[in-house]
C-alpha cells in the first residue's frame, strides 16, 4: 500500500524556520516526483515546491529563494526546509507523489499527483 507521512509541522515565529519530511511507505520514492503543497484557511490548495525522479528541483514564487527541496533516498524521505517564515506561510502542508518520468523530465508544481499524505499544520505567529 502506498502511503506518504508528513511531519515536522508547529509553530514558528516570522522569521524563523521548519523543516517538514514526508516519508514514504510501500514505494520507492527514489522512482518518483515529491511535491509539496499547501493549502490556508479559506484559500485554494496551492503548489509550494516539487522535486522530480531526477533531482530537478522547482519551486512557487512564494518560496523562491526561502524554501528548499531536497530528498534522502536512503530514508525514503524528501524534506522541505523553509526559512524567513512569514505569516502568509501558515497553512497545512501535504506531501505528494507521482511516477517519475523515464526522460527526466522536470516535475510540475499541480495537482496531477496521484498519492496523498494527510497533512501537518504550521502556523507562523508571534
Known amino acids: 500500500q502506498f502511503r506518504l507521512v508528513e511531519s515536522g509541522g508547529g509553530l514558528a515565529q516570522p522569521g524563523g524556520s521548519l523543516r517538514l519530511s514526508c516519508a514514504a511507505s510501500?514505494?520507492?520514492?527514489?522512482?518518483?516526483?515529491i511535491g509539496w503543497f499547501r493549502q490556508a484557511p479559506g484559500k485554494e490548495r496551492e503548489g509550494v515546491s516539487c522535486?522530480?525522479?531526477?533531482?530537478?528541483?522547482k519551486y512557487a514564487d512564494s518560496g523562491k529563494g526561502r524554501f528548499t527541496i531536497s530528498r534522502d533516498d536512503a530514508k525514503n524521505t524528501v524534506y522541505l526546509q523553509m526559512n524567513s517564515l512569514e505569516p502568509e506561510d501558515t497553512g497545512v502542508y501535504y506531501c505528494?507523489?507521482?511516477?517519475?518520468?523515464?526522460?527526466?523530465?522536470?516535475?510540475?508544481?499541480?495537482?496531477?499527483?496521484?498519492?496523498w499524505g494527510q497533512g501537518t499544520q504550521v502556523t507562523v505567529s508571534f
Open positions: 505528494a507523489a507521482e511516477r517519475g518520468s523515464p526522460f527526466g523530465n522536470p516535475c510540475a508544481i499541480t495537482d496531477q499527483y496521484n498519492v
Open positions: 510501500g514505494f520507492r520514492l527514489d522512482y518518483y516526483d
Open positions: 522535486i522530480s525522479s531526477s533531482d530537478i528541483a
